[in-house]
Protein backbone atom coordinates (compact mmCIF):
# COMPACT_ATOMS: atom_id res chain seq x y z
CA UNK A 1 0.00 0.00 0.00
CA UNK A 2 1.55 2.98 -1.08
CA UNK A 3 -0.03 6.46 0.68
CA UNK A 4 3.00 8.90 0.03
CA UNK A 5 2.00 11.82 -1.83
CA UNK A 6 3.71 12.29 -5.11
CA UNK A 7 6.03 15.18 -5.50
CA UNK A 8 7.62 15.59 -8.90
CA UNK A 9 10.62 18.41 -9.28
CA UNK A 10 11.01 19.50 -12.76
CA UNK A 11 14.28 21.38 -14.09
CA UNK A 12 16.76 21.51 -17.07
CA UNK A 13 20.11 21.14 -15.62
CA UNK A 14 20.64 24.77 -14.78
CA UNK A 15 22.70 26.62 -11.93
CA UNK A 16 19.49 27.40 -10.34
CA UNK A 17 17.93 24.29 -11.30
CA UNK A 18 20.96 21.92 -9.41
CA UNK A 19 21.15 24.30 -6.61
CA UNK A 20 17.35 24.30 -5.89
CA UNK A 21 17.23 20.75 -6.08
CA UNK A 22 19.44 19.39 -3.53
CA UNK A 23 17.92 21.83 -1.19
CA UNK A 24 14.75 21.13 -1.46
CA UNK A 25 14.99 17.45 -2.20
CA UNK A 26 16.71 17.13 0.94
CA UNK A 27 14.39 18.96 3.30
CA UNK A 28 11.05 16.90 2.29
CA UNK A 29 10.28 14.27 4.48
CA UNK A 30 10.49 10.97 2.58
CA UNK A 31 8.19 9.17 5.10
CA UNK A 32 5.30 10.74 3.13
CA UNK A 33 6.50 11.91 -0.03
CA UNK A 34 7.70 10.14 -2.90
CA UNK A 35 10.07 12.09 -5.09
CA UNK A 36 10.51 12.51 -8.91
CA UNK A 37 12.99 14.40 -10.48
CA UNK A 38 12.60 15.04 -14.44
CA UNK A 39 15.28 16.55 -16.42
CA UNK A 40 13.15 18.25 -19.30
CA UNK A 41 16.62 19.04 -21.25
CA UNK A 42 16.72 15.33 -21.51
CA UNK A 43 13.41 13.86 -21.43
CA UNK A 44 11.76 16.09 -23.60
CA UNK A 45 8.49 13.82 -23.93
CA UNK A 46 7.66 15.20 -20.46
CA UNK A 47 7.74 18.99 -21.20
CA UNK A 48 4.07 18.56 -22.52
CA UNK A 49 3.03 16.98 -19.53
CA UNK A 50 4.89 19.64 -17.29
CA UNK A 51 2.92 22.47 -19.06
CA UNK A 52 -0.47 20.82 -18.57
CA UNK A 53 0.48 20.52 -14.61
CA UNK A 54 0.70 24.29 -15.12
CA UNK A 55 4.73 24.81 -15.15
CA UNK A 56 5.75 28.49 -16.75
CA UNK A 57 9.21 27.90 -15.65
CA UNK A 58 11.90 25.60 -14.20
CA UNK A 59 12.56 24.84 -11.36
CA UNK A 60 9.39 23.70 -10.78
CA UNK A 61 8.03 21.23 -7.67
CA UNK A 62 4.45 19.58 -8.50
CA UNK A 63 3.17 18.65 -5.29
CA UNK A 64 -0.09 17.23 -5.30
CA UNK A 65 -1.27 19.12 -8.62
CA UNK A 66 0.06 22.32 -7.02
CA UNK A 67 2.75 24.08 -8.75
CA UNK A 68 5.92 25.78 -6.98
CA UNK A 69 7.85 27.90 -9.45
CA UNK A 70 11.16 28.04 -7.32
CA UNK A 71 13.48 31.31 -8.68
CA UNK A 72 13.64 31.47 -12.10
CA UNK A 73 15.95 29.24 -13.87
CA UNK A 74 14.47 29.13 -17.83
CA UNK A 75 11.00 29.84 -19.22
CA UNK A 76 9.20 26.50 -20.49
CA UNK A 77 8.71 27.57 -23.76
CA UNK A 78 12.61 27.74 -24.23
CA UNK A 79 12.92 23.22 -23.55
CA UNK A 80 10.66 22.24 -26.46
CA UNK B 1 21.44 19.49 21.76
CA UNK B 2 19.74 20.54 18.56
CA UNK B 3 20.83 19.77 15.68
CA UNK B 4 17.92 21.12 13.74
CA UNK B 5 18.77 23.02 10.20
CA UNK B 6 16.37 26.42 10.50
CA UNK B 7 14.43 26.73 7.72
CA UNK B 8 12.37 30.85 7.87
CA UNK B 9 9.31 30.95 6.01
CA UNK B 10 9.00 34.67 5.12
CA UNK B 11 5.66 35.95 3.92
CA UNK B 12 3.17 38.57 3.60
CA UNK B 13 -0.56 36.87 4.44
CA UNK B 14 -0.85 37.07 0.31
CA UNK B 15 -3.10 34.34 -1.01
CA UNK B 16 0.14 33.39 -3.06
CA UNK B 17 2.21 32.91 0.35
CA UNK B 18 -0.69 30.68 2.55
CA UNK B 19 -1.00 28.17 -0.04
CA UNK B 20 2.80 27.94 -0.54
CA UNK B 21 3.32 28.03 3.38
CA UNK B 22 0.89 25.21 3.48
CA UNK B 23 2.47 22.99 0.73
CA UNK B 24 5.74 24.04 1.70
CA UNK B 25 5.81 23.38 5.51
CA UNK B 26 4.19 20.23 5.06
CA UNK B 27 6.55 18.95 3.29
CA UNK B 28 9.25 20.10 5.64
CA UNK B 29 10.67 16.80 7.23
CA UNK B 30 10.43 17.71 11.13
CA UNK B 31 12.41 15.51 12.00
CA UNK B 32 15.53 17.26 10.69
CA UNK B 33 14.01 20.87 10.16
CA UNK B 34 12.97 23.63 12.94
CA UNK B 35 11.04 26.07 10.88
CA UNK B 36 9.72 29.54 11.69
CA UNK B 37 7.49 32.03 9.76
CA UNK B 38 7.42 35.25 9.51
CA UNK B 39 4.89 37.52 8.20
CA UNK B 40 6.55 40.52 7.49
CA UNK B 41 3.60 42.45 7.19
CA UNK B 42 2.51 42.24 10.67
CA UNK B 43 6.52 42.11 11.61
CA UNK B 44 7.98 44.74 9.72
CA UNK B 45 11.10 44.59 11.95
CA UNK B 46 11.98 41.87 9.87
CA UNK B 47 12.10 43.49 6.78
CA UNK B 48 15.35 44.28 7.11
CA UNK B 49 16.97 41.18 8.01
CA UNK B 50 14.70 39.56 5.26
CA UNK B 51 16.53 42.19 2.46
CA UNK B 52 19.67 41.27 4.48
CA UNK B 53 19.54 37.20 3.85
CA UNK B 54 18.99 38.01 -0.14
CA UNK B 55 15.01 37.81 0.05
CA UNK B 56 13.95 39.82 -3.24
CA UNK B 57 10.02 38.26 -3.28
CA UNK B 58 7.73 36.58 -0.73
CA UNK B 59 6.86 33.97 -0.11
CA UNK B 60 10.11 32.68 0.09
CA UNK B 61 12.06 30.08 2.15
CA UNK B 62 15.49 30.59 3.61
CA UNK B 63 17.36 27.50 4.38
CA UNK B 64 20.74 27.37 5.90
CA UNK B 65 21.77 30.95 3.93
CA UNK B 66 20.42 29.98 0.73
CA UNK B 67 17.24 31.71 -0.15
CA UNK B 68 14.51 29.84 -2.52
CA UNK B 69 11.77 32.49 -3.81
CA UNK B 70 8.44 30.77 -4.24
CA UNK B 71 6.18 31.48 -7.13
CA UNK B 72 5.54 35.62 -6.64
CA UNK B 73 3.70 36.93 -3.99
CA UNK B 74 4.85 40.78 -3.47
CA UNK B 75 8.10 42.60 -3.71
CA UNK B 76 9.92 43.15 -0.94
CA UNK B 77 10.20 46.54 -1.80
CA UNK B 78 6.37 47.00 -1.60
CA UNK B 79 6.89 45.74 2.37
CA UNK B 80 8.30 48.73 3.95
Do not use: R, W
Request: net charge negative; glycine share 6%.
Amino acid sequence: MNTKTIATFYHAGCPVCISAEQTLLSMIDPNNYQINVVHLGEQSAEVATAKAAGIQSVPALVIDGQVLHINFGAAITDLA
